[in-house]
């Protein structure tokens, strides 16, 4: 039906999951969601992202990828032939379905309920009240952008920006801040209504841009909020960049990253696995001092500083 989001279904190894992750995006997808193969397989309670703590990588996995409502079938099974073809994956045994507005809008707001981010920041659905009317609150409605907080690699993110307000609401006071690969622009909000001069969010996909862009205006930041594709850093140094994409681009973007931090600046690496720490460590190693990283669910985030 013409009203209903598209969903593929693939089950795999904890091992094999990135891979199925990146050719799901690479096809277009617009989020990713894993889930224990041995549950139950009736998919209709899936989220977007899983609840904080949950544990995400298990023996067996259920991969679930969700597509525009604009995407045909025909469409899509193209796109996952041309996408499987560009980066060298065989196409596992996957099943299409269709997911209607209502479940979508119900299963989200099922699992998002307000979340602290430190001492003084919370992000809150728009509908319910500020658990704390001295905090800074970050206002989200449900949408389809990637990035809520509940997802371990955005909360560890959130969480560093807001470990900051312990002693001061506004600590980035003054401060240029980069979201490479936004998603839905939580990470460049939650930055400019704590305080930040400016900043710019960046994503390839469309409907993150869009997404964004809404959020920003839900916040009554979107005059300090440059969004575009990723040439519209080309010139900029900030004091924080964010990166919050997968193991691959971050390595393939250490050096144009490096060029977007300032001396002194601060650099996140998120979205990566454990495992992948190392090798990312040694690829940005020339330009950045690296901080002890930290782990949640299996997934890693990284801080380091510009030399």
Not at 149 to 158: E, K, M, R, V
Not at 183 to 193: D, F, K, R, T, Y
């Amino acid at each position: 039906m013409k009203d209903d989001w598209l969903e593929v279904t693939a089950k795999t190894g904890k091992d094999t999951v990135e891979e199925l992750e990146n050719w799901f995006f690479e096809a277009g997808a617009l989020s990713v969601t894993l889930r224990d193969s041995d549950e139950d397989d009736d998919l209709s309670h899936a989220v977007l992202e899983p609840v904080p703590g949950e544990v995400r990588l298990w023996d067996a996995v259920t991969v679930v990828a969700l597509f525009s409502r604009e995407t045909t079938p025909e469409d899509l099974q193209n796109a996952l032939h041309l996408s499987a073809a560009v980066n060298g994956v065989t196409i596992p045994v996957y099943t299409m379905s269709t997911l209607g507005d209502q479940a979508w809008e119900r299963s989200w707001m099922d699992t998002f309920k307000p979340m602290q981010f430190g001492a003084g920041f919370w992000i809150c659905p728009t509908a319910q009240a500020a658990p704390d009317e001295h905090a800074v609150t970050l206002r989200l409605d449900p949408g389809l952008a990637f990035g809520t907080g509940t997802h371990a690699t955005t909360a560890q993110c959130l969480h560093w920006l807001g470990q900051h307000t312990n002693h001061s609401l506004k600590p980035f006071a003054g401060m240029q801040v980069v979201d490479y690969g936004c998603g839905s622009g939580v990470l460049a909000i939650a930055a400019l209504l704590l305080g930040a001069d400016h900043a710019w969010a960046v994503d390839i996909d469309e409907q993150a841009l869009s997404a964004s862009r809404s959020n920003a205006l839900q916040n009554g930041v979107l005059d300090q909020l440059s969004v575009g594709q990723p040439e519209l850093v080309s010139a900029i140094t900030a004091d924080i960049l964010m990166a919050n994409i997968l193991f691959k681009p971050l390595m393939e973007l250490a050096d144009k990253l490096a060029q977007n931090v300032k001396p002194g600046g601060r650099l996140l690496l998120s979205g990566i696995l454990a495992d992948q720490m190392d090798a990312l460590r040694m690829r940005y190693n020339a330009n950045f001092e690296f901080d002890p990283g930290q782990v949640q669910d299996g997934w890693a985030m990284m801080t380091a500083t510009r030399r």
